[in-house]
């Protein structure tokens, strides 16, 4: 497999430094993107930068992976028009934690000679002085050539702290350290990473220059991948809620598998080279076949399948879709009855629910009474209102019509104590306590 071609007809080629692809088929080479550790989880937006390392890996070359303890202490000033909030040390490492578990889902740590490793620059940066670094680091870049910087220039016009300032010259060094300790040759990463990854090679450059084989021209190297965004140039990554994270205690399955599942028809030809390891062939394919029944989704579908289950396992895939069956499917009350009782709370997690009271059982004479006296108005706000949506056959309950707005409240409780109330195609969950 040849890793440019491969990013090529994917979409995932932005931009590289001469000679990299010239280094990248001649021999197996070390390559490295980094990863700050602002949350305990990494969300989809990162997806893309990891999708970087699992190709360069099944390429047949050698994936680093850097988390930044030391560096996000700082926080990166690029895309961004204010300073990031300070985090303690014990966040950092929570965080650190976190990221190194989910990385592991993706890159292959034990397979020989391009097995993955992962790094934590706070290793090297936790002993070195300030005076240290402004000779090893310092003393090699113009201020002239950081402030050239595209990162740099746009916060000039806003303010820009000089911690901020020195967060190029410190992701340099990470660059100079690996490439001088591990054999690290190339620094890949998102679009708007250019300044900072190009800020290393040109460090190497002016520390190692004279002191490497003259015949060699091109010491490191960078490469970067288009930022994702939505076809109506929105960015992509975000849900209503906020970002989608990969760890499913942030966003949960159903959620993950949803996000994907909701791509436009216009943005999934993209997101699917992205994000997916199908081939050329089988992509062409569901493209084919898309097009013959777009109401289908196939498109939609393999993409979410493919991405819940590489992030979230079989079993986060199996669960996201009989959630996405019993919300928004064909279920039936069987299926409400088969489900466990730990899966239950995660399918209907978002789903509105209201708490009834052994008081607020009593007051329930009927169907009608339940869905708004009961509630407290939380499911319609009058007795009116919910005898109208019973008697035009607008409500189910446990997923069967009901028609009479004078029939007996339910003996038949999920789990003993939920009920499902569906008006039309929303639900909403009622909960014995």
């Known amino acids: ?67 930044g303890g030391a560096t996000g202490m700082i926080g990166d000033p690029s895309g961004r028009s204010t300073e990031r909030d300070y985090l303690s040390e014990e966040t950092l490492r929570r965080n650190q934690e976190g990221i190194r578990a989910q990385l592991t889902r993706f890159l292959d740590f034990e397979s020989g000679a391009n097995a993955a490793e992962m790094v934590n620059n706070y290793d090297w940066f936790k002993n070195m002085t300030f005076l240290d670094f402004l000779r090893e680091a310092g003393q090699h870049l113009t201020v002239n050539y950081m402030v050239a910087k595209d990162s740099v220039k746009k916060r000039l016009e806003t303010g820009l702290s000089f911690m901020e300032f020195s967060y190029q010259l410190l992701q340099g060094y990470d660059f100079y350290w690996l490439y001088k300790n591990k054999g690290v040759r190339l620094q890949m990463g998102g679009s708007d990473q250019w300044g900072n990854i190009t800020t290393g090679t040109e460090l190497i450059r002016r520390k190692d220059s004279g002191q490497t084989d003259p015949q060699e021209e091109h010491l490191a190297f960078a490469l970067t991948t288009p930022l994702i965004t939505k076809s109506d140039g929105t960015k992509f990554g975000k849900s209503a809620g906020g970002n989608v994270w990969l760890d499913s205690k942030m966003t949960s399955p159903y959620q993950f598998y949803q996000f994907w599942l909701n791509a436009t028809d216009e943005d999934s030809p993209r997101l699917i080279r992205v994000f997916t390891l199908l081939s050329r062939e089988e992509i062409e394919e569901l493209e084919r076949q898309h097009a013959e029944a777009p109401h289908l989704r196939i498109l939609q579908k393999a993409l979410a399948q493919d991405v819940t289950i590489r992030v979230h396992g079989q079993a986060g895939f199996d669960l996201a879709v009989k959630a996405s069956e019993v919300l928004y499917g064909k279920a039936t009350l069987e299926t409400l009855q088969q489900i466990q009782a730990d899966e239950f709370e995660v399918i209907f997690e978002g789903v509105p629910q209201t708490e009834l009271s052994a008081e607020d059982l009593e007051q329930a004479q009927n169907l009608t009474d339940l869905l708004s006296v009961a509630t407290r108005g939380e499911v319609y706000a009058s007795k009116g209102e919910a005898r109208r949506a019973i008697s035009q056959n607008a409500v189910s309950i446990n997923k069967n019509k009901v028609s009479d707005p004078a029939a007996p409240v339910p003996i038949e409780w999920l789990q003993g104590r939920y009920l499902l109330i569906s008006k039309g195609k929303k639900n909403h969950l009622l909960k014995k306590v």
């Open 1 to 67: 497999m040849n890793f440019i071609e491969e990013l090529r007809w994917r979409g995932m080629l932005h931009d590289m430094t001469p000679g990299t692809e010239e280094q990248l088929t001649k021999e197996m080479t070390a390559g490295y993107i980094g990863f700050d550790p602002t949350a305990s989880s990494l969300h989809i937006g990162n997806l893309a930068t990891i999708m970087l390392l699992v190709h360069f890996q099944r390429a047949g070359h050698k994936p680093f992976a850097l988390v």
